[in-house]
Structure formats: C-alpha cells, structure tokens
C-alpha cells in the first residue's frame, strides 16, 4: 500500500523557519521524482520544488529560501523552509512520480501539512 504522509506544518512568525517532512512508502522510493506542491485559498496548487535524477528545481518565488532534500535510506523528502513570508501560508503537499526508468508512471499524493505563516 503506497503511502506518502507530510508533517512539519505549523504556525510560524514572518522570517521564521520550518522543515517539512513526507515520509513515503510502498513503492521504490529512489526510482521516483518527488515534489512539493502547495495550494493557498482560493488559489490553484502550485509546485515549490523538485528532487529527482540528480537534479532539483523551485519556483522562483522560493529560491534561495527554500531547499529540498531527500533521504533515499529513510525514504523522506523534506523541504527547509526559511525567511517565511506570509504568502507562503498554504497547504503543502508531497508528490511522488515514477519510476523514472519505466515509460509507464505512477503518482501518488499525500494528504497535506499546514504551513501559516503570521505575526
């Protein structure tokens, strides 16, 4: 059974730090891109970054805030989050997508952490 759940969300201060976790199972966790996405109210969902094949990529409202990472071993992405701006308050989710090596792909969602940053 394909699991993928995120925790780390939290309510934090304008230029505070968070790292958020997405601990996945049930499939071959190096073999698949993973991603953090993340959705406002009443806005569309939105990619923050990637991590897959040696590379990693973020939108550019993050970069060099946001740093994504990932522990083949223990089968975690994470994402560090620092210098918050209250518009990064959303709902952050991770994706997983792969196998990279097969031409038929998979993806899996996990269920969402609450990030909300405010004074």
């Known amino acids: 059974q394909v699991q993928l759940v995120e925790s780390g969300g939290d309510l934090v201060q304008p230029g505070g730090s968070l790292r958020l976790s997405c601990a996945a199972s049930g499939f071959t966790f190096s073999m698949y891109v993973m991603t953090w996405y993340r959705q406002a109210p009443g806005k569309e969902r939105e990619l923050v970054a990637n991590?897959?094949?040696?590379?990693?990529n973020y939108a550019d409202s993050v970069k060099g805030r946001f740093t994504i990472s990932r522990d083949n071993a223990k089968n975690t992405v994470y994402l560090q989050m620092n210098s918050l701006k209250p518009e990064d308050t959303a709902v952050y989710y991770c994706?997983?997508?792969?196998?990279?090596?097969?031409?038929?792909?998979?993806?899996?969602w996990g269920q969402g952490t609450q990030v909300t940053v405010s004074s």
């Open positions: 994706k997983a997508t792969g196998p990279v090596t097969s031409t038929t792909r998979y993806e899996y």
């Open positions: 991590s897959g094949g040696g590379s990693k």
